[in-house]
T-cell receptor, first 114, second 116 residues
Framework: AQSVTQPDIHITVSEGASLELRCNYS??????LFWYVQSPGQGLQLLLK??????LVQGIKGFEAEFKRSQSSFNLRKPSVHWSDAAEYFC????????????FGQGTRLTINP | DAGVIQSPRHEVTEMGQEVTLRCKPI?????LFWYRQTMMRGLELLIY????????DSGMPEDRFSAKMPNASFSTLKIQPSEPRDSAVYFC??????????????FGSGTRLTVV
């Protein structure tokens, strides 16, 4: 069965600093991969997704993620964070064929220091 | 499109009462999903539909939970009777297959359920 691990429960960075959120997945084939962001009391907003092709994916709000098959990773990055990026970030993996459901990681809470 | 629409946004009910959560998926999406989010268990898939037919309900916690999708534009998740441990945020999502479009796998804003 597929699974997703986000090793960092909580990360704190300073405004303007770079950010990398880690995501590792377990799945036997190339999956669909997603990053969502959830602000307090809000729903999940899709930042970006990967299905195939270029392994570096650009998303909204200046985020990007890189799929590395050899490491089973899909880390999220942003060169310079803004205070408004403070939120919870979820990585998810979806099966390419058959049952089309997403499995989510436990999330990483991002705090921004001024 | 207005996105996935859920109602109500907040629901407070007494233990033992019936609760019905509603979802309107994005037009043209043939998959609909119900998720539950809690601090302890994170985001869990409860059930999903394809073309209005339930495909996998293995995540439904117990018989008190039921879900229906009478047509392509409406789904309900019902809890009867409700219990305090059902308190959570319930999300509905819809998607095409494969979910490669701009709105592939879109979530609603959720319903925050509190059972007292």
């Amino acid at each position: 069965a597929q699974s997703v691990t986000q090793p960092d429960i909580h990360i704190t960075v300073s405004e303007g600093a770079s950010l990398e959120l880690r995501c590792n997945y377990s799945y036997g084939a190339t999956p669909y991969l997603f990053w969502y962001v959830q602000s307090p009391g809000q729903g999940l907003q899709l930042l970006l997704k990967y299905f195939s092709g270029d392994t570096l994916v650009q998303g909204i709000k200046g985020f990007e993620a890189e799929f590395k098959r050899s490491q089973s990773s899909f880390n999220l990055r942003k060169p310079s964070v803004h205070w408004s990026d403070a939120a919870e970030y979820f990585c998810a993996v979806g099966i390419v064929q058959g049952a089309q459901k997403l499995v989510f990681g436990q999330g990483t809470r991002l705090t921004i220091n001024p | 499109d207005a996105g996935v629409i859920q109602s109500p946004r907040h629901e407070v009910t007494e233990m033992g009462q019936e609760v019905t959560l509603r979802c309107k998926p994005i037009s043209g999406h043939d998959y609909l999903f119900w998720y539950r989010q809690t601090m302890m268990r994170g985001l869990e898939l409860l059930i999903y539909f394809n073309n209005n037919v339930p495909i996998d309900d293995s995540g439904m916690p117990e018989d008190r939970f039921s879900a229906k999708m009478p047509n392509a534009s409406f789904s309900t998740l019902k809890i009867q009777p409700s219990e305090p441990r059902d308190s959570a945020v319930y999300f509905c999502a819809s998607s095409t297959y494969p979910p490669e479009g701009a709105q592939g796998y879109t979530f609603g804003s959720g319903t925050r359920l509190t059972v007292v």
